[in-house]
């Protein structure tokens, strides 16, 4: 088993990976200071999947385990499944020292962690993520959110788990889209931080796409280790944390335009990451045999590089409303190598526009 | 004006106290670094007596404001009015720079805060409280909250301002049994931190229910800075904060078992802290004049020293579901000496129950 450290001070907490380790999630959570009450936050699906396994590793060990589902899909992320939650939290009798688990992908931590946030002010919180997405990015860092009918995330707070359980097991039941849409973010890794890392994924892409446990552990280790270095120097996104959404300035635009239905997250900043390698390129930031291995790394693991059917300036609307944006300017994170970015608002609507035509399939 | 520090490090923040000050937050929101969009939240009543004035004094200086109003009363510190105000924040295009401004008392400063907090993550938050507990309490410290319907303030989160403007001559307009209910929990600093703040506020009880200037800006001046030093040492509750529920463990028995209807809080405090007081009494850490000097200091503001047609059991049952309660214990904050108290839960159901018995006018 690998052990990741999210250094954060009073806040700190470690990342679990390995194959096989739900079974022990009651150990784990022994290890930490909580009550006996704890609540776990799934969906139908998952929980028909690993819902007994778990409940039963921490029940054996004494703890009182109930379990809320949620409905799956980003469009259940919403206040009034928020609402339902606190009503069962407050129903099983969860007091301040009890201990909320995710269970599930990126919708289930996101709103789990948004209810262990806030009920009482903040109780305890863990998660264990289930799909590649959450493994690598959503479960580790504290974003936890709900949505509002006018925007993605726009209700919640930065709250940090107590601990992050990512088993290798759960990936093996993952949709095969799925699974490579989170992929991307591990490409996004690579670009932004580390080059010997993306050189790993090229290496190794049929051992990852087979899903075999080394590369597996391996590549969800990395990233876990990248993500808790940003995190740990920019906790609440002031700063260098915004390297983190390298490929996510047009991808949150593909998704918005497409009313977050055409495409996975994943897929969409597969898309952007090519477009902001489009852009580093059109401004002598990059070289062209970088802007290509980035295009065939993502093309390599079943990802799109280009959208089709869509309207430019559709995009480029939804690009001025993006939450990033300040006083009117786009920022946009560009690479400079491969393991290397910068923040710029130094671009002209042209080179977003001649990116967006020759991306446009 | 008086300033006093909150000295939470990076989230630190001053409190300005002064009669008409008011007309200056223009240029106090100028010395904060924020965005051009402000929200100001208030309800109806408050609005009709100062809205317009706290308005102007921020538009005037260039910033773009608008406002929203909820209705009064905790049963709206809901989150359904959460849901419209995010509604609001969205339709007046809040950014992650924007700023809320809570103008109000408890509730408004409650609810405002956590759509603060939770609001894109977190804006800006500045309080400018309209009532004596808001000014001496509730705005300070940033606890936040809405409440469920099974228990006030069981959602929420702490989270500072980034400024409190407390403006003596609002209080002209408090109707006098909320003012009366403020002085419980300033009458609270006194026993909890400060004998010659207690021996102040005797000496000063005609000054101070006449609202004199020098004697209230005095009386809030202290009240912050004592709450001040205690959540410094301890933001979010984990140990001396603890104190500052000096009085609360029966007066939100009281409160629970009345509906939130027949007490202000303020006076379900003030009997919670005679009851406090007979208790420490009966443990033998009071000597019988503390106990007197607190009955009469209470009784002389104008507050109940007693509670009427109210069922002891009721109390005690309602005391067993408190939030504070650990592991089935009942903790209460007990005064060893007017300015010094211990947190013990080392008291029998015996002690309770007599001193129920008691208080039972």
């Known amino acids: 088993m690998e052990t990741v450290k999210v250094d954060l001070g009073v806040r700190s907490y470690q990342i679990k990976i390995g194959e096989d380790i739900l079974a022990n999630l009651g150990a784990y959570l022994q290890e930490l200071d909580i009550g006996s009450k704890v609540l ?4 139908p699906l998952v929980n028909s999947l690993y819902g007994s396994e778990v409940k ?36 099983v009798g969860l007091d301040r020292t009890s201990t909320i688990v995710a269970l599930g992908g990126g919708v289930v931590g996101d709103i789990a962690g948004f209810i262990a946030a806030s009920f009482m002010r903040g109780i305890n919180f863990v998660q264990v993520p289930t799909t590649v997405l959450a493994q690598v990015d959503s479960s580790v860092g504290g974003k936890v959110a709900v949505n509002h009918p006018q925007g993605k995330n726009l209700i919640g707070d930065f709250y940090q788990p107590k601990l992050v359980v990512a088993d290798k097991k759960v990936l093996s039941t993952l949709e095969e889209r799925e699974l490579k849409a989170g992929l991307a973010e591990v490409i996004k890794y690579g670009v932004i931080w580390d080059q010997q890392f993306f050189a790993f994924l090229e290496k190794r892409i049929d051992e990852i796409l087979n899903l075999e446990t080394d590369a597996i552990i391996k590549l969800v280790t990395r990233s876990c280790e990248i993500k808790a270095a940003v995190v740990a120097e920019d906790e609440k996104e002031e700063g260098l944390r915004a390297i983190l959404n390298y490929g996510h300035t047009i991808g949150h635009a593909l998704e918005a335009v497409t009313n977050y239905k055409k495409y996975r997250h994943g ?32 093309s390599n693991f079943g990802l799109p590089v280009a ?3 869509l309207e430019k300036e559709q995009i480029i609307k939804a690009l001025s409303k993006d939450k990033k944006v300040k006083n009117g300017v786009i920022r946009f994170i560009l690479a400079n190598q491969i393991g290397k970015v910068i923040i710029t608002s130094d671009l002209t609507e042209e080179n977003i526009r001649e990116t967006l035509e020759e991306l446009g399939g």
Do not use: C, P
């Open 56 to 91: 039963e590793a921490i029940a054996k060990v004494g703890f009182d385990v109930s379990k809320a589902l949620i409905s799956d899909g980003e469009e259940y992320k919403s206040l009034e499944t928020a609402q339902d939650l606190y009503d069962k939290a407050v129903g």
């Open 267 to 298: 897929e969409a900043v597969a898309i952007g990451m090519v477009a902001a390698a489009k852009l580093a390129y059109k401004r002598g930031l990059l070289d062209s045999a970088a802007l290509e291995r980035q295009k065939e790394l993502i």
């Open 40 to 43: 776990i936050i799934t969906n």
């Open 307 to 309: 959208y089709h059917n």
